[in-house]
T-cell receptor, first 112, second 113 residues
Framework: QQPVQSPQAVILREGEDAVINCSSSKALYSVHWYRQKHGEAPVFLMILLKGGEQKGHEKISASFNEKKQQSSLYLTASQLSYSGTYFCGTEGGTSGTYKYIFGTGTRLKVLA | NAGVTQTPKFRILKIGQSMTLQCAQDMNHNYMYWYRQDPGMGLKLIYYSVGAGITDKGEVPNGYNVSRSTTEYFPLRLELAAPSQTSVYFC????????????FGDGTRLSIL
């Protein structure tokens, strides 16, 4: 079953923060985050593995709670370039099943 | 490196026609995937492959077929095209291991009229 992301959409002003959540009904081995601009392919942001540490990339970081089967993406001091649709990608099972599916998506719009 | 290459980039089909969407990767990745993305929606897994000769169904396999005779190529076949198959199709690949991300092609925009 497809992981559910929340919120579905969010509008921010430059400099504001946002949190995007990804929740799965199945056990997760890893969670990956991507951003997709309109008309383009998704672009990889970061990976979180079961038992791994919280990851960070500049002002974008993420966490993974394997017990709750949830991951959150944190965007701080948002920039115009952060606009796009964010997807979590998940691979289930205890050691990965290779069936790689994406969450429902969160549309993020950053305004000047 | 070219990465993941998809052809064609655009195509218009008539209802009932068939076609093959091509996908090739030059990174020697074992795992390859086909997704479809309807307008304003997320990515749905159609089929995937963990190696040459091995394929499996994803979330929305009906109306599609795949084959994987080599590591490099993973074509997607549409038989009897229907308007509901109008979508953007993305091919992706990744090496083995859960710590590896998907590498996407640029997509094929398909309209069925």
């Amino acid at each position: 079953q497809q992981p559910v992301q929340s919120p579905q959409a969010v509008i921010l002003r430059e400099g504001e923060d946002a949190v995007i959540n990804c929740s799965s009904s199945k056990a997760l081995y890893s969670v990956h985050w991507y951003r997709q601009k309109h008309g383009e392919a998704p672009v990889f942001l970061m990976i979180l593995l079961k038992g791994g540490e919280q990851k960070g990339h500049e002002k974008i970081s993420a966490s993974f709670n394997e017990k709750k089967q949830q991951s959150s993406l944190y965007l701080t001091a948002s920039q115009l370039s952060y606009s796009g649709t964010y997807f979590c990608g998940t691979e289930g099972g205890t050691s990965g099943t290779y069936k790689y599916i994406f969450g429902t998506g969160t549309r993020l719009k950053v305004l000047a | 490196n070219a990465g993941v290459t998809q052809t064609p980039k655009f195509r218009i089909l008539k209802i009932g026609q068939s076609m093959t969407l091509q996908c090739a990767q030059d990174m020697n990745h074992n795992y390859m995937y086909w997704y479809r993305q309807d307008p304003g929606m997320g990515l749905k897994l159609i089929y995937y492959s963990v190696g040459a000769g091995i394929t499996d169904k994803g979330e929305v396999p009906n109306g599609y077929n795949v084959s994987r005779s080599t590591t490099e190529y993973f074509p997607l076949r549409l038989e009897l095209a229907a308007p509901s198959q109008t979508s953007v199709y993305f091919c992706a690949s990744r090496p083995g291991g859960a710590d590896q991300p998907q590498h996407f092609g640029d997509g094929t925009r398909l309209s069925i009229l």
